[in-house]
């Protein structure tokens, strides 16, 4: 078997007595589009910046075409790299700013201006060479630091939040540019974001970082579809959650009671549920059918708090009668929502494999 | 806005006369002894009897005022040298550097601000004394460090704070060493901030008296020794084209701080 392109390997981070990240593997194939997803605190950034050889980990390796990359100085790894904030050097115009690498690299005069042509080309900023970077907006400079930082043909190109200081409507625009210049230039792109949108759309795979650990890695329906952790769930898309008692459990399923009188079987299980322990029971909002009046099997009896015109979406706030609050989602003109109001019993009928308890 | 300059009414013509007042306060020194140097008066008398420039002839004419003149720009010029590449050493460390006590060691480094300059001098007198550097270039150039140091770590520390080091960290990613990036990316872009301090260096030197005297000797003298020194003796205009030449050169580095701020804004 070939060695994978790029191996992070048990990888450790202490700060002191914090533990920034841990046990991360992660293995990505040459030209794949990989995300870090999760909120601020979950080690995402601290796996890049280890990768950009501006951290040491405490423990573990970076492979990357089998070669340890650990020892390697930030300089010579080859690696390119846009932050957070606008990096480009200030003094020097856009030109001269994608040519820096070039002329690091003592590449002829020729080629370095060949290539940075190029470059403009590629980010659709021609014409833009002489400018200054003060003169440029938020948007124009970072598709520069894009443009810059894959002048030198990197194997890798780390993406730390590029456009978390953007508006919606431009960032949107540049992750479009974005996926472009990946299908074109076939760069192989670890990407760091907080947006669960964002990484959806870019992404090949998404890792989900959650205190310092990877929870799960997989394509975003994968990840929509079957989360392997509470935090995964909750994290990619809207979800409900359900608190129930596990019945029995065999074979990675589980049957359940929800409150008195409610039981559903056959829920796919995560972790290890005892008959008889307390899990939360996760639904997925789009996954739920609302009909009104007597209550089946496989289904949880609600009563409706509130209605919400959403376009093209209805949304229903209800309660179990526990207290718990749902969300249902039903697309307009739905037969059920004709009449619906506030207060009325309805029924929430779910396919129990669409469904998943995670147990503690 | 509670205080609109245009709002003002009546009280406008006060704050223009009160600023005025200032203004002639701190300019008429000046301007005083400006014309006192090309009066005619041998006396110094104001307004002077006819206009003349045999004051600067002899200021010129004299190779002691002229050695004067060229020792206190060389020794301005050696401590700036000085002053700007420790300060952007000290800078580096006290802004990028994670160690305990860098608060203090900033405080420690801008004490010579706040420090009665005479007794900086008698220490300093006293110290040298030991080691004979008593009225040698060394020692001169030694002891204006000491007082222009704050104001070149106060001037780099500054610009380095507002550089965000993440563009150095494109650098390096660009394959710079961490050297070249600081030399080639980190340093232009403070560079407003060097200029600061070299511009502040020298003239902290260019017209210091209180340490300059302590360190003279007779065949060692800059500017401000020299008219200090001359003063005592004799009150010639000889003084006044002295003091207005120093001026002259303070006014024109600071009009060239101030083109070069214009510059880099535009």
């Keep these: 078997m070939t060695a994978p392109f790029l191996h992070i390997r048990a990888l450790r981070k202490d700060y002191g007595v914090v533990t920034a990240v841990r046990d991360v593997n992660l293995t990505v194939e040459r030209g794949e589009f990989m995300t870090f997803l999760g909120p601020s605190g979950s080690g995402k950034s601290t796996t890049l910046y280890i990768l950009a050889g501006f951290e040491n980990p405490t423990a573990g390796d970076i492979l990357l075409n089998g070669q340890s990359l650990i020892a390697t100085p930030s300089h010579k790894r080859n690696i390119g790299m846009v932050f957070q904030r606008y990096t480009l050097f200030p003094h020097l115009s856009v030109g001269e700013n994608i040519a820096f690498p070039l002329k690091v690299r003592r590449l002829p005069r020729a080629e370095v201006d060949a290539k940075v042509a190029k470059m403009l080309k590629l980010v659709r900023l021609e014409g833009f060479e002489d400018r200054k970077p003060a003169q440029m907006s938020g948007g124009q ?11 030198y043909d990197p194997p890798v190109l780390l993406m730390d939040e590029p456009l978390s200081a953007l508006d919606k409507k431009l960032r949107e625009e540049i992750q479009h540019e974005i996926r472009r210049i990946h299908q074109e230039t076939e760069v192989t792109i670890l990407y760091v974001t907080h947006d669960q949108e964002e990484a959806l759309r870019l992404s090949d795979r998404i890792a989900v970082f959650s205190k310092g650990v990877i929870d799960q890695i997989g394509t975003g329906p994968e990840l929509y579809a079957n989360p392997a952790t509470r935090f995964v769930a909750e994290f990619i898309g809207d979800s409900d959650f359900v608190t129930c008692r596990v019945l029995s459990a065999g074979s990675g ?4 009671a929800v409150g008195t009188g409610m039981t559903i079987s056959g829920v796919p299980m995560h972790g290890i549920g005892a008959a008889g322990s307390n899990a939360a029971l996760m639904l997925r909002p789009e996954r739920l059918s609302l009909k009104r009046g007597a209550i089946g099997g496989n289904s949880l009896s609600a009563t409706v708090t509130d ?10 706030a209800a309660k179990v009668p526990s207290g718990e609050a749902l969300s249902v989602r039903l697309p307009f003109g739905h037969e059920a929502t004709s009449g619906l109001a506030r207060g009325d019993t309805v029924s929430l009928a779910f396919d129990p494999a669409s469904a998943h308890v995670f147990c503690a | 806005m509670l205080l609109n300059f245009d709002r003002l009414g009546g009280w406008k013509w006060i704050l223009i006369g009160i600023t005025g007042l200032t203004a002639a306060f701190l300019i008429l020194p000046i301007v005083f002894i400006a014309a006192l140097s090309f009066g005619s008066s041998q006396w110094l008398i104001f307004p002077p009897p006819a206009w003349t420039l045999k004051w600067y002839e ?3 004419a004299d190779p002691r005022w002229l050695e004067a003149a060229g020792t206190s720009f060389s020794i301005a010029a050696m401590v700036t040298v000085l002053s700007v590449l420790i300060g952007l050493v000290a800078s580096f460390g006290l802004v990028r550097g994670r160690f305990i ?5 900033r405080a420690l480094f801008l004490t010579p601000m706040i420090l009665p300059v005479v007794v900086l001098a008698v220490a300093l007198y006293a110290f040298f004394l030991r080691i004979g550097l008593n009225g040698t270039v060394t020692g001169f150039v030694i002891a204006h460090l000491v007082v222009a140091l704050p104001f070149s770590i106060l001037s780099i520390t500054n610009a380095l704070e507002g550089f965000d080091k993440s563009i150095e960290d494109a650098a390096v990613l660009c394959g710079a060493s961490p050297l070249e990036a600081k030399l080639r990316i980190t340093l232009p872009s403070i560079s407003h901030g060097l200029f600061s301090a070299a511009v502040f260096s020298f003239l902290t030197s260019w017209d210091e008296v209180v340490l300059a005297i302590f360190m003279a000797s007779p065949t060692l003298q800059t500017l401000p020794v020299k008219i200090w020194s001359t003063l005592r003796q004799d009150l010639t205009p000889v003084i006044a084209a002295a003091s207005t030449l120093l001026i002259v050169v303070t006014i024109a580095l600071m009009l060239l701080v101030a083109l070069l701020r214009k ?3 535009s």
């Design chain 1, 307 to 316: 209605i919400t015109f959403l376009g093209s979406n209805i949304h229903v």
């Design chain 2, 263 to 265: 510059g880099l804004k």
């Design chain 1, 141 to 151: 400079q970072q598709r520069v630091a894009l443009a810059r930082a894959l002048a």
């Design chain 2, 58 to 60: 002899a200021f010129f």
């Design chain 2, 101 to 105: 006590g860098k608060e203090g060691l």
């Design chain 1, 253 to 256: 399923r589980a049957d359940l």
